[in-house]
């Protein structure tokens, strides 16, 4: 059996931020649900974090999750929201308005507002929300279901040449200058958090073919350069032995298994296989079930 625990919690039994990303369609979701269900099983409270904007949590959960945190009915230990990025752009303009109002004139403060106007601000809101939940105490752990994997690096990526991709027009006046410090101040709290594996455990999924393989360890890669490391890989779809009786699925098991040859040796990183099952992952029951699967008790 897996010690869960041990996978998910730093000695020192700080807050943890679990990250389940990879190419899309591969069950980031999926697995991002069934992980926060085991932990909050083991009676840790958990949070659920959905930052893909097409994210369905609600429809696995088959309950309402909207972008404040909900409590899941029917596991004790257990919330989940969606970051709802239009309402994170709204209230992090507020938030930098509101610093700013008193200590600006009028004509300081609209030019402000229209240089908030910036694909930068999506960004920075999206920042925002990860360090308020990721630093909330109200949780010991929260799980990350991420958008596909070209999303979550592009906001990864910015750190590593943050002043080409982020930089608020019209640079060097003195509102530019400020909202980028700010910028700046945030990227390095994010990159901090994520980079420090005390705080952080960063989680591909992957099905036991070739291109999301290829593409995980790209972007494992990529983050490896800003200085986070891999710490799980979760196979997914892997077919069971004893269902492979005809010649076809024979063939697909044979691929599948060497391609899980080919991840162990790839990524430094335990591996953790979850068959294909009958059935989508959907409801507390399946959810439940999925979970003793992957963590080993069936
Ligand atoms: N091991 C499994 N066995 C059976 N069905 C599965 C398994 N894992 C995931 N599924 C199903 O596959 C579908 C896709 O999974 P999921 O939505 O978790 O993928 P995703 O990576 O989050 O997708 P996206 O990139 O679109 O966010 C879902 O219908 C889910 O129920
Ligand atoms: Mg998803």
């Not at 990250?19 to 659920?48: D, N, P, Q």
């Not at 979850?274 to 059935?279: I, K, R, S, V």
């Amino acid at each position: 059996m897996i010690d869960v625990k041990s996978m998910f919690i730093p000695e020192n039994g700080q807050i943890r931020s679990v990250f389940f990303a990879g190419k899309g369609g591969v069950g980031k979701t999926t697995i991002s649900c069934v992980t926060a269900v085991k932990l909050a099983e083991e009676g840790y409270r958990t949070f659920l974090l959905s930052t893909d904007p097409a994210s369905h949590l609600g429809e696995v959960f088959e309950q309402e999750i909207g972008s404040t945190p909900t409590e899941i009915e029917g596991v004790e230990n257990l919330w989940a929201a969606r970051i709802d990025q239009e309402k994170a752009v709204v209230e992090y303009k507020e938030r930098i308005l509101g610093d700013a109002r008193g200590k600006y004139t009028e004509d300081v403060l609209a030019m402000m507002e229209e240089q908030l106007d910036s694909p930068c601000t999506e960004e920075m809101a999206a920042f925002d929300k990860f360090i308020e939940y990721a630093s909330s105490s109200d949780y010991e752990i929260i799980v990350f279901d991420t958008a596909p994997t070209g999303h979550t690096l592009r906001l990864l990526e910015l750190p590593v040449d943050w002043s080409k991709q982020l930089e608020f027009q019209a640079g060097g006046t003195v509102i530019a200058d400020e909202l980028n410090k700010q910028a700046q101040n945030r990227f390095r709290q994010v990159i901090e958090r994520m980079r420090d594996p005390e705080k952080t455990t960063f989680a591909f999924v992957v099905y036991p073919e070739h291109t999301p393989i290829i593409e995980a360890w790209r972007a494992g890669e990529e983050l490896k350069e800003i200085g986070v490391s891999t710490k799980l890989v979760v196979a997914n779809f892997v077919l069971p032995e004893e269902r492979c009786t005809t010649d076809f699925f024979k063939k697909r098991y044979e691929m599948q298994q060497e391609h899980l040859k080919e991840l162990g040796k790839k990524f430094k990183a335990p591996v953790l296989t979850m068959p294909l099952l009958d059935g989508e992952i959907v409801g507390l029951y399946n959810l439940k079930k999925a979970a003793r699967i992957l963590f080993d008790e069936e």
